[in-house]
């Protein structure tokens, strides 16, 4: 069936280092790709999207292009900031309303 | 505010006392569904709901129920609750569409003793 993988975390950075967060995905057809964040105590709330190959989605600094080639959706962002501390979920949504989620990378960012 | 709101965000609860946990949007969305996030798990779809009085299971339904009424509510009912529901609950709505947006409620933390 249609899955999601992510790296393990925590990923461990200092302030202003890149970020890469690797997504990929197993999928029928062609499904769209999201980015959500969960910030400390809340819900998640979307980050970014892409709906078909060589989409890029892009938000607050973030980026990840749909890779259908290599069925991936890496998150990446040039410079992260301690307010980027957060646990970030890959998901696809397979031609319906539904999402499928990857297990969540947590991200802490330090001065 | 355009918003999901769930109540209550923590519940401490013994095994067997049923209990509902309310879910409510204010943005006119027709589908909606319940999540549970456990560690290294992910977040997992329990049920889901495409319009009033239209609910279906998802992918880890046993020993929950829900209602679709009202658009507005879907209450997640947890009719005799067992150790192994322990876990946090998210309600999430949005429009009909694979490329529409989530919105989801801040959670609720359910420890069942």
């Known amino acids: 069936g249609d899955s999601v993988t992510q790296m393990e975390g925590p990923v461990t950075l200092s302030e202003e280092a890149f970020l890469t967060i690797n997504c990929t995905y197993t999928?029928?057809?062609?499904?769209?790709l999201f980015w959500y964040v969960q910030y400390p105590g809340e819900g998640l709330q979307l980050l970014l999207k892409a709906t078909k190959a060589d989409d890029k989605g892009s938000n607050k600094g973030f980026e990840a292009t749909y890779r259908k080639e290599t069925t991936s959706f890496h998150l990446e962002k040039g410079s992260v900031q301690v307010s980027d501390s957060a646990v970030y979920f890959c998901a696809l949504s397979p031609n319906t309303d539904k999402l499928i989620f990857g297990t969540g990378t947590r991200l802490q960012v330090f001065p | 505010e355009a918003q999901v709101t769930q109540n209550p965000r923590y519940l401490i609860t013994v095994t067997g006392k049923k209990l509902t946990v309310t879910c409510s949007q204010n943005?006119?969305?027709?589908?909606m569904s319940w999540y549970r996030q456990d560690p290294g798990l992910g977040l997992r779809q329990i049920y889901y709901s495409m319009n009033v009085e239209v609910t279906d299971k998802g992918d880890v339904p046993e020993g929950y129920k829900v209602s679709r009424k009202e658009k507005r509510n879907f209450p997640l009912i947890l009719e005799s609750p067992s150790p192994n529901q322990t876990s946090l609950y998210f309600c999430?709505?949005?429009?009909?569409?694979?490329?529409?947006?989530?919105?989801f409620g801040q959670g609720t933390r359910l420890t069942v003793v």
């Open positions: 943005m006119n969305h027709e589908y």
């Open positions: 999928a029928t057809g062609y499904p769209s």
């Open positions: 999430a709505s949005s429009f009909r569409g694979e490329n529409t947006e989530a919105f």
